[in-house]
């Protein structure tokens, strides 16, 4: 399945949802935000969101310094 990642045409194997797809991919973010399509998802969220084939998935985590 092809999905859009921060601008990045990206292929998964499986359906996952957004807490699996960021264990995988950004485990080493502590603080972020993800917008689904244009959508803010809340944390609260991300169990229950399932990822789709044409998903455009926008990762977005704040960076210290300036």
């Not at 499986?14 to 689904?36: G, M, P, Q, R």
């Amino acid at each position: 399945m092809k999905i859009l990642v921060n601008g990045k045409i990206v292929q998964i194997q499986k359906e996952a949802n957004l807490v699996d797809f960021i264990e995988i991919n950004f485990s080493s973010l502590t603080s972020y935000a993800i917008a689904l399509n244009g959508e803010f998802v809340p944390k609260s969220k991300y169990q229950d969101v399932n990822i789709k084939n044409g998903d455009k998935i926008e990762v977005v985590s704040a960076q210290p310094g300036g």
